[in-house]
């Protein structure tokens, strides 16, 4: 599993350069990476609270 926190920084990235870029076309492809990079943090995010909450079942915890 990929650190949230690590892709989110690397969507933040690739929107800053997007905003730097002349070329509209260019711009937009980093614009697309920073969405995929979101999404993938995103992912990770939830995979990461799916697993807290079977460890949490699994000591006999109630998650939250």
Known sequence: ???PA??????QLCS??????SNPADA???RQTAEQYASLAEKAEQE?????????RSAG????
């Open 16 to 21: 800053a350069i997007a905003e730097l870029m």
């Open 48 to 56: 990461w609270a799916d697993q807290q909450g079977v460890a949490m």
């Open 6 to 11: 690590h892709l989110r920084a690397k969507a």
């Open 28 to 30: 937009n492809m980093a």
């Open 61 to 64: 915890k109630a998650p939250g």
């Open 1 to 3: 599993m990929s650190d």
